[in-house]
């Protein structure tokens, strides 16, 4: 019997496989190469987990179509994927990015800023091909691609303003509220639409796969968050605790605020603005502490595992139609790697 | 009869007013506001001369449409060049836009950046609304704007990346590849194929309009150049002599290094690299005079004028099929007046 490790290591693994070869159709062999192609076609070689890609092409599968009508779908998703993350590290001046020099600092900003505009610009036709294939579902295509790429610019929206704005008083309920524009739409909810609508030629009732999706993405983005806060650089490849210094709202974070002393609290709020004389390991270092103490990391670990468990719930009902049950098993687990309840041992860890 | 000043300003009015109207429909009433939305409705407010959704709708209604089909494309179309221009001004480090602060100097870089993409994901959702009302060309709608965007990005990497590597060496044909890309295929060409297709319901040949669009956005393009040398602040809106700050490579400054003194040479390259002590008008001033000396001002006239006799000449052959003749003749009109040789008195005259 194949465990869900076992499942889900080869599955992804195909997966893998097809996107690249599609990837690199998707990138064309033109001028300008310095100024844009090359640093396109750097950005994708450093491999992400690839996990929207095959949440579309399993959702396609399960729903009855071939993984190959919705692998232009899957590659138009990972290009986005990387758009937004480019912009994001500007927006973030982040260090590090999949174990390398994140983009504008690699290569300036204004030509790091138009490479995302082009890696978006790239998912637009890699859509467009998929939808010249297929004109039954076609027009809906770029409703699904629209409403993606809003909801998520509005997520980001409400993190940046937080943080432009000093505001410390964000609530849980902001946060999934945040989490569900900037990570779940596009990670895991249209992955799943996608994926179904396609493989479904249109039959499916893709906004029963919204909570689904929903639960998943937040179990996955609070994860990651507290990946983020772990020692174990080797295997992460962005800067661990960047997102203290960076000032980003987390479910540890909002514990944190919400259960420390008032004096805490103001030392809190001062490390993560950047005021006071500490250096980022230090400022990172006495933060992460403070979680310890209060039973915040924990509490992060619950939330992840409170989601996991509610998209795992969800998904007899957010695939009742679909006819291949062997892809609706790799999809569940799927929910478990990415919730960090399994380690698939043939794929690259990093984000 | 009618002059085609007064064509311009009635026809020119009359669709500003339609696309306004279809604008604030496009523009969410939602949260995040003071993040998201607010910016986007205070950046589409600083009203733009509207040209490009304008030669939308006159294509539409040229090709045999009503304005009302093709209203939601010309608003992605304006959504679009609102995107471009947060971006652009970010990639520049520009102070002004249409006479106000540049986005990101009165909201910072990573809010302006974020709407940036807002304004781009708004462009699509509107498109894609026009896709699902006319389902026989719904498919290619995504196709063009993929092609637009991409191509875009396309010109901005050649521009961007000549000024990172200090390359003096542009020629006029650079300069043309360049112009294509970031100016004629979103503001000329791209209008008029969206128009057509929907005007014709798919018939026209959309290929007989990329010349024609070329012509008139190099035309426009090298004007705009000019007006940024000008020193009538009131009437230009962007910083003027931004272009020589910024490093731009243009018409009249490829001329002067092609014509100048090797000392000259020099000195120019100096001046619009940042290298002296000079401040930014003293810089400006020196350029222009040298450009005056040397007759780069007259020669970039010369092409702009060159490029709108090349557009007026390809009309024929473009709108060959369009049976709406009135509309041609504004489009007529319209090149006559993006070229500066007649000026519309009700139309605002910000960029």
Not at 12 to 36: K, N
Not at 93 to 108: I, N, T, W
Not at 196 to 209: E, F, K, N, V
Not at 290 to 311: E, I, K, N, P, Y
């Amino acid at each position: 019997m194949t465990t869900p490790g076992e499942l889900v290591a080869r599955v992804l693994t195909e997966d893998q496989a097809l996107v690249r070869g599609a990837m690199r159709r998707a990138i064309p062999d033109a001028e300008p190469r310095r100024y844009l192609y090359d640093l396109v076609e750097a950005y994708q070689a450093r491999a992400g987990k690839g996990f929207r890609a095959s949440l579309c092409l399993a959702a396609c599968r399960a729903f009855g179509g071939r993984a190959e009508d919705a692998v232009d779908a899957a590659v138009a998703l990972e290009l986005l994927h990387s758009a937004f993350l480019v912009h994001d590290d500007i927006e973030d001046d982040s260090k590090l990015r999949r174990g390398q020099p994140a983009l504008h600092r690699s290569h300036g900003l204004p030509l790091a800023l138009n490479t995302g505009d082009g890696l978006c610009a790239l998912a637009m036709m890699a859509l467009a091909r998929c939808s010249g294939r297929q004109p039954e579902v076609g027009a809906n295509l770029l409703a699904e691609l629209a409403h993606l790429f809003r909801r998520t610019v509005e997520g980001q929206a409400w993190e940046l303003g937080w943080i432009a704005d000093r505001n410390f008083s964000v609530s849980e309920a902001d946060y999934f509220t945040m989490v569900l524009g900037k990570t779940c739409w596009y990670s895991t909810i249209h992955p799943c639409r996608l994926g179904a609508l396609i493989g479904s030629r249109g039959r499916a009732t893709l906004d029963r796969l919204v909570p689904f999706g929903f639960y998943l993405g937040v179990a996955f983005q609070v994860r990651d968050d507290l990946d983020n806060l772990a020692l174990d650089t080797d295997c992460y490849g962005k800067d661990i605790g960047g997102d203290i210094i960076e000032g980003k709202r987390t479910i540890p974070l909002i514990h944190l605020l919400t259960h420390c002393s008032p004096e805490e609290r103001q030392e809190v709020t001062g490390l993560i603005s950047g005021i006071g004389r500490e250096r980022s390991e230090e400022r990172i270092g006495r933060v992460v502490d403070l979680m310890r103490q209060h039973g915040s990391l924990a509490h992060g670990r619950d939330v992840a595992d409170s989601f996991a468990q509610l998209a795992l719930g969800e998904m007899p009902r957010a695939f009742a139609d679909a006819p291949n049950r062997s892809d609706v098993d790799y999809i569940s687990s799927l929910v478990l790697y990415l919730c960090g309840a399994l380690r698939a041992p043939a794929t690259p860890s990093a984000a």
